[in-house]
T-cell receptor, first 112, second 110 residues
Framework: DTEVTQTPKHLVMGMTNKKSLKCEQH?????MYWYKQKAKKPPELMFV???????INESVPSRFSPECPNSSLLNLHLHALQPEDSALYLC???????????FGPGTRLTVT | GIQVEQSPPDLILQEGANSTLRCNFS?????LQWFHQNPWGQLINLFY???GTKQNGRLSATTVATERYSLLYISSSQTTDSGVYFC????????????FGKGTKLSVKP
């Protein structure tokens, strides 16, 4: 099984809302990633978790708050977002020591 | 950091035609992946190919690590092959972070 799941598929939120994106994998991968993808652009790395610890934060604004409650789950908490944060948010996972990354289907976020 | 360049940026094919997509990278890499992003946004793993040649049905890929390029071949293209093809390389760190090229947008016409 090489599946990464993400919920919800679509999300519309106002600038004052608080919402969360969820990502789950059961492949025993110990590295998990959040990417942001704007239209007609490649994915851009936001955060990396290794063994449930945040190891990379690519200068992402604090209105995005990641959380890794256990080795299978990754959340992205959203608060006070801006319209320019509207994008496709992708989660990925990988064996820590190497190999390929597997991506979830993404959450398409619209901030109004 | 490592630079990844893909060519061509856009490609229009008639169904049944063959094509070659290219990915050049600026430094040695220990990880290279090809993805197909479908119209719904899903990134589908095509190949994990830091070196050598692999084939999967109508698709094949070759990476020549010493010359810093990789090629993706699509034969007998179908309309379902349409989408964006991304090449991504590892940044050399232990986290396995990927650096993506800008992609090749493929449109296959019936």
């Amino acid at each position: 099984d090489t599946e990464v799941t993400q919920t919800p598929k679509h999300l519309v939120m106002g600038m004052t809302n608080k919402k969360s994106l969820k990502c789950e994998q059961h492949m025993g991968h110990r590295a998990m990633y959040w990417y942001k993808q704007k239209a007609k652009k490649p994915p851009e790395l936001m955060f990396v978790y290794s063994y449930e610890k945040l190891s990379i934060n690519e200068s992402v604004p604090s209105r995005f708050s990641p959380e890794c409650p256990n080795s299978s789950l990754l959340n992205l908490h959203l608060h006070a977002l801006q319209p320019e944060d509207s994008a496709l948010y992708l989660c990925a996972s990988r064996q820590f020591r190497g190999g390929e990354q597997y991506f979830g289907p993404g959450t398409r976020l619209t901030v109004t | 950091g490592i630079q990844v360049e893909q060519s061509p940026p856009d490609l229009i094919l008639q169904e049944g035609a063959n094509s070659t997509l290219r990915c050049n990278f600026s430094d040695s890499v220990n990880n290279l992946q090809w993805f197909h992003q479908n119209p719904w946004g899903q990134l589908i793993n095509l190949f994990y190919i830091p070196s050598g040649t692999k084939q999967n049905g109508r698709l094949s890929a070759t990476t020549v690590a010493t010359e810093r390029y990789s090629l993706l071949y699509i034969s007998s293209s179908q309309t379902t092959d349409s989408g964006v093809y991304f090449c991504a390389v590892g940044d050399g760190g232990s986290q396995g972070n990927l650096i993506f090229g800008k992609g090749t947008k493929l449109s296959v016409k019936p």
